[in-house]
């Protein structure tokens, strides 16, 4: 089954932008369409959520300097995906010219 980036923004909830910047930065593999859109197959999806499971500190909340309980909004959550895609791109192009 092949998702579209809608699917795949949805899933994880961010922004089809952000998931076409992945897909263009090499983070998800895809193929591109005629007409300019990517279809992601769903093996590559959950490679690549598994590679971000592995990788990701449970994060569900966070303690302000005066002690106060926060939760970690969506602003925080994109940002960490964000930097935790980033770091994961550096690895893969890392191996490939090491490997």
Same mark, same amino acid.
């Given at each position: 089954?092949?998702?579209?980036?809608?699917?795949?923004?949805?899933?994880?909830?961010? $922004?089809?932008? =952000?998931?076409?910047?992945? #897909?263009?930065?090499?983070?998800? @593999?895809?193929?591109?369409?005629? !007409?300019?859109?990517?279809?992601?197959?769903?093996?590559?999806?959950?490679?690549?959520?598994?590679?971000?499971?592995?990788?990701?500190?449970?994060?569900? $909340?966070?303690? =302000?300097?005066?002690?106060? #309980?926060?939760?970690?909004?969506? @602003?925080?959550?994109?940002?960490? !995906?964000?930097?935790?895609?980033?770091?994961?791109?550096?690895?893969?192009?890392?191996?490939?010219?090491?490997?």
């Amino acid at each position: 089954m092949n998702l579209t980036v809608t699917d795949i923004a949805k899933d994880i909830q961010v $922004s089809d932008r =952000t998931v076409r910047d992945w #897909i263009v930065r090499g983070l998800i @593999r895809a193929v591109r369409l005629p !007409g300019g859109g990517y279809r992601v197959r769903q093996e590559e999806w959950e490679r690549v959520k598994q590679s971000w499971e592995d990788e990701e500190p449970e994060r569900t $909340s966070g303690v =302000t300097k005066t002690g106060h #309980i926060m939760s970690l909004g969506p @602003r925080t959550a994109n940002r960490d !995906g964000f930097q935790l895609a980033q770091k994961h791109l550096t690895k893969q192009k890392d191996s490939s010219l090491n490997g």
